[in-house]
């Protein structure tokens, strides 16, 4: 079965910090990975996604970029936070048949404050 | 352009009691997908459902029910005899080709009173 991790679970850092969130995949290959944001309105905004390594698509223009570095690994990043960058983190995956079918699958979540 | 809307912010009801949560989309393609996910208080989004545009057969797991109606472009979701458990927030989604992208609705947060 699959599984996906993210961390760290929670985070607190100051404004100006760099900034690095993990997420991962188990039992699956070339899976589609997404980044979303979770403000305290409860939307969620779609940040990025990777249909393979070293692919990525932004879907809005902001202070954070993202790697896929393998092929089950994605990673959220900025070199200096911003306060409006607090929120609550998630992670996805889903298998890569294209055509809208596909379930995204989520991760626990990091919860970044910055003060 | 996509788009879904989740008119009911916040929905609070006794337990037992039957609860409706609504959800109507907008696309223009004629095959898509809707999805509906609970998000109870840890944060974790735990898929519950999804359907196809081409199937509009009503679905029964347990408590839950979901009712997909082309016509009027809703895909509505409905617990019966709610319990303490079943409070959470509530998405409905929508995904088209080719990118599966989804495009979720602001979500509606349900709280089962005992």
Redesign the interface.
């Known amino acids: 079965s699959q599984t996906i991790h993210q961390w760290p679970a929670t985070l607190v850092q100051p404004v100006g910090s760099p900034l690095s969130l993990e997420c991962t995949v188990e039992g699956t290959s070339n899976p589609n990975l997404y980044w979303y944001r979770q403000a305290a309105g409860r939307g969620l905004q779609l940040l990025f996604y990777s249909v393979g390594i070293g692919q990525i698509s932004s879907e809005v223009p902001q202070n954070l970029s993202a790697s896929r570095p393998q092929d089950r690994q994605f990673i959220l990043s900025s070199k200096k936070l911003l306060l409006s960058d607090s929120g609550f983190y998630l992670c996805a995956w889903s298998w890569a048949s294209g055509g809208g079918a596909d379930t995204q699958y989520f991760g626990p979540g990091t919860r970044l404050t910055v003060l | 352009a996509q788009k879904v809307t989740q008119a009911q912010t916040e929905i609070s009801v006794v337990e037992k009691e039957d609860v409706t949560l609504d959800c109507v989309y907008e696309t223009r393609?004629t095959?898509?997908?809707l999805?509906w996910?609970k998000q109870p208080p840890?944060?974790?989004?735990?898929?519950l459902i999804?359907r196809?545009s081409f199937d509009e057969q009503n679905e029964i797991s347990g408590r839950y029910s979901w009712n997909f109606q082309k016509s009027t472009s809703s895909f509505n979701f409905t617990i019966t005899a709610s319990q303490v458990v079943d409070s959470a927030?509530y998405?409905c989604a929508l995904?088209?080709?080719?990118?599966?992208?989804?495009y979720?609705g602001?979500?509606t947060?349900l709280t089962v009173i005992p």
Do not use: M
Not at chain 2, 42 to 47: K, P, Q, R
Not at chain 2, 95 to 102: R, W
């Open positions: 393609d095959t898509y997908y999805f996910y840890s944060g974790e989004l735990v898929f999804r196809n927030v998405f995904s088209v080709g080719p990118g599966n992208q989804f979720f602001t979500g947060s």
